[in-house]
């Protein structure tokens, strides 16, 4: 049996963090997937839905940043991945707002900015979320 000398420091989230985070996903998602239901049916009910889901996926989003800001302020310096981490969650929760707001224009007035902005927040949720429930580890292997 080995003693190490140094701290390790495990990145990866709490488990409220880890549901915020992963709880995200599907509601960007689910917004992605209305504002191409509406795109297809030109049906204004897709798009409320979108707007509600997006709205859902911002709350869950928010909290998770609130969370990485926490380990990004606790995490020692060696390592660029939780401030990479951070930078992924923040730019999904800003064009979150920003699609949130295109999505309180009228029904209309969404496509296909919309469309456009649920496809990026959808992929960086996607993204941000693979980053911060991989497990990253700062210091030996334990």
């Known amino acids: 049996m080995t003693a190490s000398d140094h701290t390790l420091y495990r990145c ?6 880890a549901l915020l985070l992963a709880g995200s996903v599907p509601l960007f998602l689910g917004a ?5 239901a509406y795109f297809k049916s030109y049906q204004i009910q897709w798009s409320n839905f979108a707007a509600w889901l997006i709205a859902g996926g911002l709350v869950f ?4 940043l609130l969370f990485a800001l926490a ?3 606790r995490a020692e ?3 660029g991945r939780p401030a990479l981490y951070f930078m992924l969650l923040l730019a999904a929760w800003v064009l979150g707002l920003i699609n949130a707001f295109e999505h309180a224009k009228d ?3 969404v496509m296909p900015s919309g469309l456009v902005l649920s496809v990026i927040v959808t992929v960086l949720a996607v993204v941000a979320a693979w980053t911060g429930l ?8 334990a």
């Open 71 to 73: 380990n990004l302020i």
């Open 12 to 17: 990866t989230p709490s488990p409220l963090h």
């Open 77 to 79: 310096r060696k390592g």
């Open 134 to 141: 991989s497990n990253l580890r700062s210091g030996g292997a």
């Open 107 to 109: 029904a209309w007035a």
């Open 32 to 36: 992605l997937l209305s504002d191409i």
């Open 61 to 64: 989003c928010g909290l998770a």
